[in-house]
Structures are given as structure tokens and as C-alpha cells.
């Protein structure tokens, strides 16, 4: 009888710690601000573990990405609701790729104004529509997607913008095209801390199908420079200044292998399986090594 009660207290507190290890948490980074990281379960549905943020304003809340879905978007405000009750004034999408921006159209229905930067908002007015028709390429079922509307960003900057929510200061920046061509990072300068967005991946490999290293390097250098303590990746746990070096050496050590490793062989798994020799070691190497390969060093053989 005592084995038996033990037996199930212990598969009870598995059972508790599996269910909170598979879900984001609000943490507060500073006053007002809070990182929406933590997630292992990088599954499809789960938006591929990707982060969010908010800053809370005397006026009301910023949100800072909304994930992959409506379903995702929900559980994201739900969370929202337990530490503030001011309204959802803005939303900012780092990047317009599926697992940061599917989930506006819950936020959009709030009243909240959807901003980007202008290069994204293009994309995803281009390919919001395609995403939804073709989610299940990208592994998702459609109870996952079930109530997803695409919410375009309806204001759009191209270099530079400043929110003043009411006693926090906030500046959306883009140096140059990187992860995406219109890829941004929210910078809080009075609490030196930055939403990276996908311009950083930590201890996942990073999605650099649609990437412009040169203009991400030169990105990764300029948020180098800045004053910052604490950065927010698009995927990974709270990060630093050291993540992005790491990042920065991260694309140039693999546009060097793979253009050296293309020029021999057309073969996408030999080429990926030679390249996690020498990439570090890092979450989701299965399939997003490779599809980089395919994507960025094979696609015109
Ligand atoms: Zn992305």
C-alpha cells in the first residue's frame, strides 16, 4: 500500500514536471518586463519553442512576438493575463515567419496595432495566405491552426522607430537585412536589454534559409556594440553578449564549410552529417542542418 502511494506521488511529480518543463514561462527580466522563454517542446504546434516578451507601459502592453498560432496566442495572453490587466496596445513581430507571427490575429481582435518592420510585412503579405494552406508541410495538424487568421502589421518602419508606452522607452532597430530582410530587435536602453528575435538562436541550430550573412554579420556587430546586459534569442534560454559571438562564428563556420563541402558532393546528408562534426552541439540538428544545406548550397544542382 506505502509502495504504491509512493509509486504514484512520484509519477504525479514526473507527470507536474514534464507539464511545466513544455510550456514557456513569464519571467520577469526588469521592471515592466518580462521574457516569455523556457519552452523544450520545440514540436510544431509549440511553435517550434520560439520566445516572446512583453513590456508593460502606464498606457498598456507591448507584446513582443505572438507565435505560431491562435491556439498559441491564446495560452501567450492567457499567461499575459495573470501578471497584468492593462490593455494589449501594440504588438511587434520581431520577424514575420510563421512561429512569431501566426498568433496577432488574437491580439489584432484586442485592438492592438501590429507593427514590423516594412521588408516583413511584404513577406507576409505575400505568403501569409500559403503559410495557412500548406501548415501541414511544416508538421502542423489543423486542430493546431484551428482559428488562425493572418493579421498583417499595419504600421511598418524601414530603419528605426520609438514607442514611448508611457515611462518605457522602446526602440525597434534594423541595421541591415539578416535573418529575414526585414528582421528587427526591440531594444530597452534604460534596462539594457534586447529582444533578438531569430538575429539569435541559442543552443538550437538556426533556420538560415532566408538569411543574409553579410548583413547578419554586420547586425550581430552593431548589437555587439550596444549597451546591452541581457538578450532575448528567438529560441533558446536568456541569453548575453558571449551567445552572440558564438552566433556570429556559428554562420561564418558554416558558409565556410558548407560552400567547401558543396563544391565536392550534391549529397544533402553527407554534406549535413560531415558538418555536425564541426558544428557545436545544439537542439533540432535532425533536420535543420540539412534543410539549410538544401535550401541555401544546393537548391540551383
Ligand atoms: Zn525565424
Redesign the pocket.
Given at each position: 500500500m506505502r509502495k504504491t502511494a509512493v509509486l504514484t506521488t512520484l509519477v504525479l511529480a514526473f507527470t507536474l514536471l514534464l507539464a511545466q518543463a513544455a510550456c514557456a514561462e513569464l519571467t520577469k527580466l526588469a521592471d515592466n518586463v518580462y521574457s516569455y522563454v523556457g519552452s523544450n517542446d520545440a514540436s510544431p504546434g509549440h511553435s517550434f519553442a520560439a520566445n516572446a516578451g512583453i513590456v508593460i507601459g502606464k498606457e498598456g502592453v507591448l507584446v513582443i512576438d505572438t507565435l505560431i498560432s491562435a491556439k498559441e496566442g491564446q495560452r501567450f495572453l492567457a499567461d499575459i493575463r495573470k501578471v497584468t490587466d492593462k490593455p494589449i496596445r501594440y504588438v511587434v513581430n520581431t520577424?514575420t515567419?510563421l512561429?512569431?507571427a501566426l498568433g496577432n490575429c488574437v491580439f489584432a481582435k484586442l485592438g492592438a496595432t501590429v507593427i514590423s518592420h516594412e521588408a516583413d510585412r511584404t513577406y507576409l503579405a505575400a505568403n501569409g495566405a500559403g503559410l495557412l494552406q500548406r501548415a501541414a508541410n511544416y508538421g502542423l495538424k489543423p486542430e493546431d491552426m484551428a482559428g488562425t487568421e493572418i493579421a498583417l502589421p499595419t504600421l511598418a518602419f524601414s530603419n528605426e522607430m520609438l514607442l514611448d508606452l508611457g515611462g518605457e522607452e522602446v526602440r525597434l532597430m534594423r541595421a541591415a537585412p539578416s535573418?529575414?530582410a526585414g528582421s528587427l530587435v526591440v531594444y530597452l536602453p534604460a534596462k539594457k536589454i534586447l529582444f533578438a528575435g531569430?538575429i539569435l538562436f541559442t543552443d538550437f541550430h538556426p533556420?538560415l534559409a532566408d538569411g543574409d550573412f553579410t548583413g547578419w554579420i554586420r547586425t550581430i556587430d552593431a548589437l555587439l556594440a550596444m549597451d546591452v546586459d541581457k538578450v532575448v534569442p528567438?529560441h533558446g534560454p536568456l541569453s548575453g553578449k558571449k551567445d552572440l559571438r558564438d552566433m556570429k562564428e556559428y554562420i561564418q563556420l558554416f558558409d565556410k564549410k558548407a560552400t567547401e563541402l558543396a563544391a565536392q558532393t550534391s549529397d544533402a546528408d553527407a554534406i549535413s552529417a560531415e558538418l555536425l562534426k564541426t558544428l557545436p552541439k545544439r537542439t533540432m540538428a535532425e533536420w535543420m542542418v540539412s534543410y539549410n544545406v538544401k535550401s541555401r548550397y544546393l537548391a540551383k544542382k
Open positions: 520577424h515567419h512561429d512569431h535573418h529575414t531569430d533556420f528567438g
